[in-house]
Each structure stands twice: as C-alpha cells, then as structure tokens.
C-alpha cells in the first residue's frame, strides 16, 4: 500500500473544507486541502450567514477579518407575512447579529487561515477519482490546471466538495430522509437599496423572497417559486422576479428606484442526508447533508460538520476512540441537531401556506416581542423550531395572545 504522505486530503476549499482542514491542521496534523476552484472565487449560493455561523468564527479567531471587509451587520430578522410581520432579533448574548458576506470575500477568508494554520493549499487542483486499497480510500488522484496526474495519500479523505460531491459519489453512502428539489430561486444584487441592518422575508402564496444587505453597499435579493414552475418561468426569469416582488407593493417601488448590479444566479437542489463517513473517507458540509436554501442555513451547517469531524478525526487519529465510534458520533450530534430544522425548512420550501393552527401561532407570536425574538433565533438556526414551537411554549406565546 501506498505510504500516507497526508493524515489528511480535504476535497473542497469553501465554508467545509478550509475550517475542517484549519482545525485539523491547528492540532498538528499534515493536512493537504485541494479544490479545483482559485480564490477568491464566486459561487452558486447567496450568503447569509446567521449568528451561530458568526460565533463560529470568533471561536476561530476570524471574526475580526470578516469585520474588516466592511460588511454591515444585520441586527433584525423581519418576515412579513402579508396580514402582518414578525420582526426580532436574531442573535444570542454572544453572537448578536448576523452578515452578509459575499462568498468571494468569505471563502477566501477560510482558505487563508486554513493555509495559516499550517495545511497545504492547492488551488485549481481538479480531483478526478478516489483512490481505493484494500477495501478503503486511501487517497486521491487528479491534476493541476498544468494537466498532470497526481496521485496522493492519506489516513483520511475528506469530501467537503458540495451537492454534487465526486467522493460521495466514490463511496456511494447510505442516503436518508430523502426530498425532491422543491423550490427554484434567483438572486441579483441592488445598489440604492438600503436595508438598514435588516433582513428581510416576505411569503406570500406559491411565492417567498428575501433582501439583505451585503459587501459594497449592495443588497442581495433572492425570490423563488415552486419547482414545479421551473419550466414555464425559466424564458422569462427577471420578468417573473420582478412580477413576484410586485407581491410587496411598497418593496417593489423600493426596488425599481435602485438599480440592479448584476446578472440573475439561480437554482434549485435536492434534499437528503448521507451517512458521513466509512473506511478511510468522510463528508462535511452539502457533501453529507443538503437542504433547501429557504432558510439559510448551510453555511452554518458547514461549520459545524467541520468542528464536528476535525475533533472526531483527532479522537481516531490519537487513538482515544475509534474511527466507527468517533465518526458515528459526528453523525449522530449532526442529524439530531439539524433534524428539526430540515423538516421546517422542507416544508417551508414548499411555498404552500401553513396548517390554520401553525397560522394561529403565528399570529399570536405577532406583538408579543420576546416570542418574535424568539421566532427570530429559530429562523436563525440559533434555537431548535422543535424547542420553540414545543407544546409548552406555544402554549405560553397562545395564553399570552389571549
Ligand atoms: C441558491 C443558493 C442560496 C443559498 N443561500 C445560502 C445562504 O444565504 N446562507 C447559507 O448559509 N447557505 C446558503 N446556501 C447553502 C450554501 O451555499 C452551502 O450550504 C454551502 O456553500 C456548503 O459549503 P460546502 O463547503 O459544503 O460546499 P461548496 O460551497 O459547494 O464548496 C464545494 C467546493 O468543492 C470544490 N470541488 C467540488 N468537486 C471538486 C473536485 N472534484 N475537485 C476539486 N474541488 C472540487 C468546488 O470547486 C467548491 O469550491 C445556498 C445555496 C444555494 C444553492
């Protein structure tokens, strides 16, 4: 068998791959983090980035570089429901408010401090198979943008390389709680279009689209529609965009006096969970588990996988416990931390209105400021919709309306 030049091969440089490669490397560990990307580089996906996400990056060390970018914080959540809006605030005592960031600058931030922390950077370094021995990955083959065959090893490859992930693909793992794409959404960017800290939600029937501030005094706005009208819309995409925002008289006017910065992004994905691991390989970030962007909670996610998985991978590699007990309990800490919220964000992602007593919460969660404070953070990510929307404290947010 090959020898392991790396501990580590991390398939994949943005919100995954760089903090599991930077976490890992910051325990010692010979690390080599590879994606066929150069940074800073843009990607298909808007960037919301709630507090839990914002208080993992202090725990690193890297809030003060997003800080210094200049990207404005945003200290309110507002979800306007037509007959009436729910506005909170998002943020816990630690981390109080939520950004922005656009990929380009985040991204990029990753990948630096990965490469600070001591693991090998290969940009546009293309993985074109998994390597296989003895019944386990053990490393990688691919070439550079010179077009060379490189062939490396390691203890462990991890795929942090998105939704359409080639080492899943390789290892082909068990996929569960499995939904088909739901909704299609685009996004542009506004100048002119101040959003005063806020982000903002309007739902409306069959439809659901959200602004926020970002980098250079710009504001991302992304709508989307049932999947189901992928087809009869996609001719005429800004139309339809434009049609929809129409939906919030007052936002629309908002928008036809800015001026609009760039072409329309957009898309629509798949639900699932994968298992996370197996021999020699693991998955972090939409790699092992993708969701709706509805609610905006996959760059968070990421970290978390990465912490996760740093710290079992670090448990295997010393020895305190084994690989199938450590990465088990990666995935377990995973799926019953994100369950709650796959299943709100899934059914939200379905733009059809919600049963008439989750309507009635609603309502009575409208008014009462520390239940929209609440709302917030579990739009947020910041508390589990399983907790809040729990029989007691509903019952508490309905016996206070009453
Ligand atoms: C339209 C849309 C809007 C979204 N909005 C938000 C939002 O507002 N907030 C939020 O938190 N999340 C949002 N998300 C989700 C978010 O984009 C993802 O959850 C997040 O990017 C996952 O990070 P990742 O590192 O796992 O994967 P990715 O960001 O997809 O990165 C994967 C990397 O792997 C590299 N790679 C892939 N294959 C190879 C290969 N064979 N060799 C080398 N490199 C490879 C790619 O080049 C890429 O750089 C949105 C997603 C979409 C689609």
């Not at 996400?53 to 990207?71: E, F, H, I, Y």
């Amino acid at each position: 068998m090959a020898e392991n030049r790396y501990d580590a091969i991390v398939v994949g440089a943005r919100c995954a791959g760089s903090p599991t490669a930077m976490l890992l490397a910051r325990k010692g560990y010979k690390v080599l983090v590879v994606d066929r990307a150069r940074f800073p580089s843009d990607t298909v996906s808007t960037h919301l980035l709630h507090p839990p996400g914002v208080a993992a990056l202090r725990r690193w060390g890297l809030l003060d570089r997003l800080l210094a970018t200049g990207c404005p914080p945003i200290d309110t959540y507002a979800v306007d429901f037509g007959p009436f809006t729910i506005s909170g605030a998002p943020g816990t005592e630690k981390a109080p408010v939520a950004y922005g960031p656009r990929r380009t600058v985040l991204d990029k931030l990753l990948v630096d401090a990965a490469s600070e922390a001591g693991a090998e950077v290969r940009e546009g370094f293309t993985v074109d198979e998994v390597v296989l021995g003895d019944g386990r990955v053990t490393g990688v083959r691919g070439h550079g943008r010179d077009g060379g065959t490189v062939t490396e090893h390691a203890r462990v490859v991890v795929g942090a390389d998105g939704r359409h992930s080639l080492v899943a693909r390789a290892v082909k793992p068990e996929q569960y709680h499995e939904k088909p794409q739901l909704l299609c959404g685009y996004y542009t960017y506004w100048s002119g279009l101040p959003m005063h800290g806020r982000f903002k939600t309007w739902i409306r029937p069959d439809r659901a689209f959200a602004a926020w501030p970002t980098n250079d005094d710009l504001t991302l706005v992304i709508g989307g529609w049932p999947f189901a009208e992928l087809e009869a819309n996609r001719g005429d995409v800004e139309g339809n965009y434009l049609k929809m925002l129409e939906l919030a008289p007052e936002f629309a006017d908002q928008v036809r006096a800015a001026t609009r910065e760039a072409r329309f992004v957009g898309t629509a994905v798949p639900n699932w969970f994968r298992k996370p691991y197996g021999p020699g390989w693991a998955l972090v970030g939409d790699a092992g588990y993708n969701k709706d962007f509805i609610t905006a909670q996959g760059m968070h996610d990421a970290f978390r996988d990465a912490e996760l998985c740093a710290a079992a991978l670090d448990e295997t590699f010393t020895g305190a416990r084994s690989f199938e007990v450590a990465m088990g309990e990666y995935q377990s800490t995973r799926d019953q931390q994100v369950l709650p919220m796959y299943e709100l964000t899934t059914e939200l992602a379905t733009l059809e209105p919600p049963p008439p007593e989750f309507q009635h919460l609603l309502a009575a969660i409208h008014g009462n400021q520390d239940a929209m404070d609440g709302f917030a953070r579990v739009t947020a990510g910041a508390t589990s919709p399983a907790e809040f929307f729990s029989e007691e404290n509903a019952g508490r947010i309905l016996a206070a309306a009453r």
